[in-house]
C-alpha cells in the first residue's frame, strides 16, 4: 500500500549539488519520518539524514553535516535531501525509507535503518573529479 520512489540522482563533477526527492504514497498524512541512507560500493548501508514524524527538525550524519540539508519538500507527500559540495565520497545509490503509521520518529527523526518499514529502490549518486 506504501510506496516509496526516490528520484534526482545523476553524474556531477566534484563541488556540484544534487537535489534528491523521496515521494511517499499510500500515506493520509504528510508528516512521517523519512531518512534518507546510501551505500556505495562493497560497503555497508549508511546513515545520511532524516526528518522527525510532525515536526520540521532534522539530523545529518557527520560526514555530510555541513554540505547535505533534508527538508519537506513543497510538493504533497515529498521530502528532498539537497546535497552541496559533492565529493568522490559521496558516490552512493541513496535511498530513502519512511517509517509505519504506527512509528514515530521524535525530534529529530530516526536514525537507524531498522526503525524505517517502507524502503525505495533508490538513486545512483555519482561523483567524478
Known amino acids: 500500500q506504501v510506496e516509496v520512489v526516490e528520484s534526482g540522482g545523476g553524474s556531477v563533477q566534484v563541488g556540484a549539488s544534487l537535489r534528491l526527492t523521496c515521494s511517499v504514497s499510500?500515506?493520509?498524512?504528510?508528516?512521517?519520518?523519512v531518512g534518507w541512507f546510501r551505500q556505495a560500493p562493497g560497503k555497508e548501508r549508511e546513515f545520511v539524514a532524516a526528518?522527525?514524524?510532525?515536526?520540521?527538525?532534522?539530523t545529518q550524519a557527520d560526514s555530510v553535516k555541513s554540505r547535505f540539508t533534508i527538508s519537506r519538500g513543497t510538493a504533497k507527500n515529498t521530502v528532498s535531501l539537497l546535497m552541496m559540495n559533492l565529493e568522490l565520497e559521496d558516490t552512493a545509490v541513496y535511498y530513502c525509507?519512511?517509517?509505519?503509521?504506527?512509528?514515530?520518529?521524535?525530534?529529530?527523526?530516526?536514525?537507524?535503518?531498522?526503525?524505517?518499514?517502507?524502503w525505495g529502490q533508490g538513486t545512483q549518486v555519482t561523483v567524478s573529479s
Open positions: 525509507a519512511a517509517v509505519s503509521p504506527f512509528y514515530y520518529c521524535a525530534g529529530t527523526g530516526c536514525l537507524a535503518d531498522v526503525e524505517y518499514d517502507y
Open positions: 499510500g500515506r493520509t498524512d504528510s508528516t512521517y519520518g
Open positions: 526528518i522527525g514524524t510532525k515536526t520540521g527538525m532534522s
